[in-house]
């Protein structure tokens, strides 16, 4: 009878799983007593030190992500959404693939390396409005919206429309935050020279920082150079500036302020996963609590490393920062103790001094820490890509790495915007009080229902001014006529309260109005009793618009 295998799962293709697996399958050697298998959401590694220069193309979209199955050859990679942890009956339970059936995976021992996300609870506005900068996808979509905005900035004539959509705002001055918008504001200032209707000057590229200088974890001689470096590089720098929130057409700054932009980037707060958050175990600030052999206390056979770990070094009794250089030296202790265990051997607590600290400031310079000594500019930049080079886990992905920067100093910047989005049928925005939803001769979108807050429809009548036509709450819904009948908007929308609406676009819209008969024969009436009132009290129907969409599906019923 075969001999039963030990089943090894770690969860998290980051550097704290990737890691963990391939220390594993040196120490195992292909021992065919162990199995070891990976679950990641995506099939691929991010190499997040290098994910800014994405940004500005320097270097290419796919050379920042190594291929998981290249990586751990011999470990089974399920590419898969962890969605729960059965720790009593040792099942982990995944998301469903191409047939709509979760599947369970069972394990003798767990490794959960799913790192953390950023938050955007609490802070109104930025679910909708805002980008996180954490993963691949987050860099490619960020590139591509820069261009996007420079290509609607080049052909806008609106002032103020211009003005938000040559702002580029960035929050957090931590590492990702200053290493973003370096990279951002190199790339639109130089891709800017290829656009002739935009003037170097109109670029306004802001980085807003809650504390009094950025980089708090550098020491403050490199922290100030770098800020000045930036600074004199163009980039705005707002300090002791909280972010409190978003609309389409703004970032709002906590106190009351706001600055017009459509690009606006969050890098801040760091918050546990949805899974961690889930888990009946002990967490200090939403991280896992794990003992100095990296084993999940009360929980044997569980073990846990990275940023998603709360793990205190035997050395300084000091929790371990969110970083790779940690996640990697977690996953090499972590593998061994958990062999040993296995053997029957002893284990080896976490201790690692961290060599040093580096954060690239975009256009070859950089500020760096390593082993004390303090370099800045020029040297520490070419230190920065020599040491992140040496890191990359694949020689293939080094090798292109090393081609993209040397053609990078070589070419000009590349200013080619994918179009790899298909744009959201059905979207959420944010407005607060007082902003435009659409203006009147705008041509007809979008179709919008209220979730919350109260928009007024206003008409401007030359001579005249303006005229409330009528006000809608949550439920009601706007916007369809113009959809309807292919006509520009006759009024204008304007919030009278914040607001979060649920908006549909034209194609969704039109489906849904050619295939739901009840929703045919809803906005058929509204239309019919817009015009009828046109005709009747010779006014506008569109308060007619403003009809609660329950209230109108059950007079159809
Ligand atoms: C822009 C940026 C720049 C950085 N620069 C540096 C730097 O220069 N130096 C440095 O040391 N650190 C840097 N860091 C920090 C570093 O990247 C993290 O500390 C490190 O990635 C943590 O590794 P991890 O394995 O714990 O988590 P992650 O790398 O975040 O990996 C988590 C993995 O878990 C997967 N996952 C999450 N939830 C689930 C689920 N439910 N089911 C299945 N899979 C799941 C994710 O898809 C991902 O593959 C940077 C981070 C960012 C965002």
Not at 252 to 265: A, S
Not at 332 to 360: D, E, I, W, Y
Not at 379 to 396: C, S
Not at 469 to 493: H, I, K, Q, S
């Amino acid at each position: 009878m075969p001999q039963k295998k030990t089943k090894i799962l770690i969860i998290g293709g980051g550097f704290g799983g990737v890691y963990t697996a391939m220390t594993l399958e040196k120490l195992l050697k292909g021992d065919p007593s162990f199995e070891v298998s990976l679950i990641s959401k995506e099939n691929y590694m991010v190499f997040q030190p290098m994910l800014p220069e994405v940004i500005s193309g320097s270097i290419g979209i796919l050379d920042t992500i190594a291929p998981i199955r290249r990586l751990c050859p011999k470990t089974n990679l399920y590419t898969r959404e962890v969605e729960s942890i059965d720790f009593t009956n040792r099942i982990v339970t995944t998301s469903s693939g191409v047939r709509p059936r979760p599947s369970q995976i069972e394990y003798d021992h767990l490794v959960i390396a799913v790192g953390n996300i950023t938050s955007f609870v609490g802070q109104s506005g930025l679910a909708e409005h805002a980008l996180p900068f954490k993963y691949h996808g987050d860099a490619l979509v960020l590139r591509n919206r820069a261009i996007h905005f420079l290509e609607e900035a080049d052909i806008e004539s609106d002032p103020e429309l211009r003005r938000a959509l040559l702002t580029f705002v960035v929050a957090g001055g931590g590492f990702s935050g200053v290493e973003a918008v370096a990279e951002l504001n190199d790339f639109v200032r130089a891709a800017a020279h290829s656009f002739r209707r935009i003037k170097a000057a109109e670029i306004r590229v802001i980085l807003l920082h809650a504390g009094p200088l950025i980089l708090p974890e550098l020491p403050e001689d490199l922290a100030q150079f770098a800020q000045k470096r930036l600074q004199r590089r163009g980039v705005e720098i707002r300090l002791s500036t909280r972010l409190a929130g978003a609309t389409a057409e703004s970032a709002l700054i906590e106190g009351g302020d706001r600055i017009p932009t459509k690009t606006l980037v969050s890098t801040v707060p760091a918050a546990p996963n949805a899974l961690v958050a889930s888990l009946q175990c002990k967490k200090e600030r939403g991280r896992i609590v794990v003992n100095k052999f990296l084993e999940v206390l009360d929980r044997p056979g569980v073990w846990a490393l990275g940023d998603c770990a709360w793990v205190v070094d035997q050395n300084t009794w000091q929790p371990c920062p969110p970083t790779a250089q940690h996640a990697i030296r977690e996953a090499t202790c972590l593998a061994k103790n958990l062999v040993a265990g296995l053997r029957g051997q002893p284990k080896q607590g976490f201790a690692f001094k961290a060599r040093g600290k580096l954060a690239s400031l975009g256009h070859r310079s950089a500020v760096a820490d390593i082993f004390g000594l303090k370099l800045s500019g020029f040297i520490a930049w070419l230190l920065w890509r020599a040491i992140y080079l040496m890191k990359m886990p694949d020689f293939d992905r080094k090798f292109r790495v090393l081609t993209d920067w040397i053609l990078d100093l070589l070419l000009p910047q590349d200013i080619v915007q994918l179009k790899i989005e298909r744009s959201a049928s059905f979207g959420r925005e944010h407005f607060e009080p007082r902003e435009i939803i659409f203006r009147q001769g705008d041509c007809g979108d979008r179709l919008y229902i209220i979730i919350d807050g109260e928009v007024e429809i206003v008409k401007q009548e030359s001579g005249s001014g303006e005229q409330v036509l009528g006000r809608v709450g949550p439920g009601g819904c706007f916007g369809e006529m113009a959809l309807v009948n292919d006509n520009p908007r006759m009024a204008t929308a304007r919030t009278v309260s914040r607001v979060n609406l649920l908006s549909v676009d034209r194609d969704a819209f039109a489906a849904l109005f050619a295939y739901h008969p009840p929703l045919r024969l809803m906005f058929q009436q509204l239309i019919e009793e817009r015009v009828r009132g046109r005709a009747v009290e010779g006014k506008s129907a569109l308060i007619e618009e403003t009809k609660p969409l329950g209230r109108s599906q059950t007079t159809m019923s």
